[in-house]
């Protein structure tokens, strides 16, 4: 899955929903980022730049699955908790970590 080869660390469950994101600083930090704990918007846009530096580069694209809309069903009512995101509209779930 989207973690398998990113080498990416959970984040410790005291900060998951307690600290504010370190991009945005507005909504709480859900997932692991590059420079710390990001919520999962920001998350999503780091894997997006990410995946485009890749491709310009001609590497390996890695896929990103975690989203502020599930990917499955469109659905807004995601969340996170350090190292899975899931949907709960239609139970979705990808692990982001290890």
Excluded: H
Aim: proline share 4%; glycine share 12%.
């Amino acid at each position: 899955m989207a973690a398998a080869g990113s080498g990416r660390r959970r984040l410790e469950a005291r900060f998951v929903g307690r600290v504010p994101c370190e991009a945005c600083g507005r909504a709480p930090m859900k997932l692991p980022g590059d420079l710390g704990g990001l919520c999962i918007a920001c998350y999503a846009g780091e894997r997006q730049a990410e995946s485009r530096r890749a491709a310009g580069a001609g590497g390996f694209v890695p896929a990103n699955f975690a989203t502020a809309t599930c990917l499955a069903c469109a659905s807004t009512d995601v969340d996170a908790n350090g190292y899975l995101y899931w949907c709960n509209a239609c139970r979705y779930v990808v692990r982001v970590a290890q």
